[in-house]
């Protein structure tokens, strides 16, 4: 009998276990910002669709330009890391340019670690406009932006 209730205690903690670990993984994808239709601009002036967010080979250095939309839903968190490789330079949702002068040089060259930076004041329920130019000096290039929590 002692067995018996040890087994059920130990099968309803391995369910409970379960069911907090699908919790946390869907509450991860829930606050997640969605992107789609972009297009990457090249430092030649070449438009071609591109897989955001994504580090890729670089075909070519200089600056440049990524056009699409990012759609935040019900639950979607707007604290993002930002992580550029080589260097953001700006960022301008729905027309209007993102204030990264708080972000210090190093941070917006920081392809590890990137910055953290709440988009709120920025961005609405639905869908928006993200465009963001960034440097490269060849190698990987890319930017990569998730959402952190809030």
Known sequence: MKSLMLSIIKS???YLIIIIFGILFFASKV???SYSDFTLKSPSGRVEPFNFPV???SPEHGVYTLKGTVTVGRYSSTIVRVIPDDEV????INGTPVNLN???NHARRDFSKGFIYDLKPYLHSG???LEITYADLGGMMGVIISSVGG
């Open 55 to 57: 580090f890729v080979q």
């Open 89 to 92: 330079l700006t960022i301008s």
């Open 127 to 129: 869908k928006n406009d």
């Open 12 to 14: 309803k903690i391995t």
């Open 102 to 104: 708080m972000i210090p």
């Open 31 to 33: 606050i997640q910002l």
